[in-house]
């Protein structure tokens, strides 16, 4: 079993991180192969943007799915973005441990899926939901707060932060075979 860990947060001795570290160890004590992505410490670069794609379809005007599908058909992703969708391939878990920020993941975390689910090769109209390419692959999530559990429950001054998750995880469940 192979699993892909993912860490999206910006201090290296965070709780967050804790956990992933735990996560990792954990898989890796129980026999597991991991790969592990810390996208601060890689400086993993969240925009979309066309300084990725040199060997551009239309050097004129970006348009992000025209040149991620350009990109894959010629081999020309960039290597942060290949390096993770090899990753992602390989392993049958992948764990995004990241902070709730707003009520939603971190800008780091959101721009890694634009970037590393590349359209025309991890997904096109044709191939995505059951028929997608990471079908029967799982996905976790390890979500951290910073603020208590009485902030954060149903009369909460955060709201209700398992509501929350749980309207996520419904959306997430509605395409649970495509990571």
Known sequence: MRAHIVLSHPEPQSFNAQLASRSRQTLFDAGWEISFSDLY???FDPRESSVHYPQR????????QTEQRHGAQHGALPDQVEYEIQNLM????????FPLWWFGMPAMLKGWMDR????????????????GVCTGKRALVCVTTGASRESCAPNGREGDTQMHLA?????????????
């Open 116 to 131: 590393v689910f590349v359209y025309g090769q991890m997904y096109r109209s044709e191939v995505r939901y059951d028929r």
């Open 57 to 64: 379809k239309d050097p004129q005007v970006f348009h992000a």
């Open 90 to 97: 390989a392993c049958d878990l992948v764990i995004a441990h």
């Open 167 to 179: 309207f996520m995880s419904d959306i997430a469940s509605d395409r649970s075979t495509v990571i």
């Open 41 to 43: 410490a890689m400086d």
